[in-house]
């Protein structure tokens, strides 16, 4: 164990900017001993029950995120509407300001993130509806966002991933003008990563309303997309309250976008 804290230690278990648990700290092998010497010294600051950084504050919801994510056992991935806007997708359609973090992970959040002061708000999403693990753990569908040239990069869903995840919350925590704006700017996806990304995904309301509105848009990516080959399930699904059931892919869609382009 670390019988104190020196700088090296702390630049490599805390660096400035970003934060980490003290359950995490002892884990790595700080005493609570030592860890208790950096805080009477003010080298360690507390954000919160159990949650520490360098400075007065941390770096804003970023490097929460990032503390997250390195310090989590299993991935946690920035997903849906925050990705998206991240990626560049979003940016004609906010003020390019993120007030509400999307996360994607295993389990319940935990508890210290809603501890930290940080101009933001995350929303915890479980990848269980939605993903099997083997999608959850790859690679092939994260990418990297760098918001700092001395920290480690955020980890996003990539855009296919990310749109996916979007559906998944309409109409109550998306609406579907947002989507179909966004799918407006989508005319570069990957046809092979969306192919294997719906045969994977668990849920066939988000499968539907993927090939809906990919449908009104008819990219040259989604052409080479044949939905006979995934299972959408059987039956109507009531998505859009009061809306139209379109007959194509049996789901209730708002009045003001059935059939209009």
């Known amino acids: 164990m670390y019988q104190g804290l020196n700088a090296q230690q702390l630049d490599q278990l805390l660096p400035y900017g970003m934060v980490a648990t003290r359950q995490w700290l002892l884990a790595q092998g700080v005493s609570p001993h030592a860890l208790d010497n950096a805080l009477k010294s003010r080298r360690v600051q507390k954000q919160g029950v159990g949650v520490y950084s360098r400075a007065e504050s941390p770096s804003g919801w970023q490097a929460v995120a990032c503390s997250l994510q390195r310090m989590s056992m299993s991935p946690v991935l920035v997903g849906g509407v925050s990705a998206l806007q991240l990626l560049g997708f979003g940016h004609y359609l906010s003020s ?35 993903w099997p693990d083997y999608i959850v753990e790859s690679q092939a569908y994260q990418k990297s966002h760098t918001w700092r040239d001395d920290l480690p990069s ?13 559906l998944a919350e309409l109409p109550d925590g998306v609406s579907f003008d947002y989507a179909n704006e966004l799918m407006q700017g989508m005319n570069s996806l990957s046809p092979r990563k969306l192919d294997e990304l719906l045969k994977a995904c668990k849920s066939v309301k988000v499968k539907r309303l993927f090939f809906w509105m990919a449908d009104r848009h008819n990219y040259p990516w989604f052409r080479k997309l044949n939905k ?34």
């Not at 955020?154 to 979007?166: G, T």
């Open 154 to 166: 955020i980890q996003l869903s990539c855009a296919e991933k990310a749109y996916l995840e979007l």
């Open 96 to 130: 390019g300001v993120i007030r509400k973090v999307d996360l994607y992970g295993n389990g319940k959040m935990p508890g210290w993130l809603s501890r930290v002061p940080v101009k933001a708000s995350f929303l915890w999403h479980r990848n269980q509806s939605v």
């Open 228 to 261: 006979d080959e995934y299972d959408l399930g059987r039956g109507k699904r009531l998505i859009a309250r009061s809306g139209k059931l379109d007959k194509s892919y049996l789901i209730t869609v708002p009045e003001h976008l059935y059939g209009s382009e």
